[in-house]
C-alpha cells in the first residue's frame, strides 16, 4: 500500500460507525526498515492522530516527527541481540515516549535493572516496561513468570511498569498478525 492508501485506510477505520479512533500504532517487523514510514509518519500527525512507533530500537529514531511517541526495547542478554541497541537513541527519547525490555531470564532482568539505573530512564521517558517472554510455541525457548518478574521488580522497589503482551493472552502466543 502506499502512504496514501494507508492515511485513507486509517480514516476509513477512525469513521466507522460514527466513533473517532484517534491513535495509530505502526509496528512490525521493525517500522523504520521501511523509508515510508517517515511520510506517513508526518501525513498521520498532519491529519490529527496521535501516532505511536513500536521499534526494536536497532534503527535511529531522530528522523521522525518529533509528536510521535516512540516505544522502543532495549534488547536483553539472552535475546542474543543485546548489542543491537542503537545508543543514539536515547539521547531523542522525551518524557512521551516509553522504553520497554523483553525479560527471559534474572540475568535480563538484571540488566534491564542496571540499564534502567544507568541512564536514568524513569526520569527520562513517561514509562518503562518490563515484560516477561512467553514459552516458545515451538520449543526453543522457556518463557518466565510474570509473578517471578514482578517479585524481582517489587523487592528492588523499582518504579517500572509490568509489560504483558496482551495479544497472547486473547490468542494463542503462536498466533501470526495480530
Known sequence: MSVEEVVERVAELAG???????LVELTGGEPLLQEEIYPLAERLVAAGYT????????RFVGRLP????????VK????????????KNLGE???????KFVITSRRDYEFAREFTREHGLVERVRQVLFSPV???????????????????MLED??????????????????TKGV
Open 16 to 22: 466507522r460507525d460514527g466513533r473517532v479512533a484517534p
Open 76 to 87: 536483553c542478554p539472552d535475546s542474543g541481540e543485546a548489542d543491537t541497541f542503537e545508543m
Open 157 to 174: 522497589r523499582l518504579n517500572v511498569r509490568l509489560g504483558l503482551q496482551l495479544h497472547k493472552f486473547v490468542w494463542d502466543p503462536a
Open 51 to 58: 501516532v505511536m512507533i513500536e521499534t526494536s530500537g536497532e
Open 66 to 73: 518529533s509528536a510521535v511517541v516512540k516505544i522502543v526495547d
Open 134 to 152: 512467553f514459552d516458545d510455541p515451538a520449543g526453543k525457548w522457556k518463557g518466565l513468570e510474570a509473578r517471578s518478574l514482578v517479585e524481582w
Open 93 to 99: 527519547l522525551t518524557r512521551e515516549d516509553e522504553v
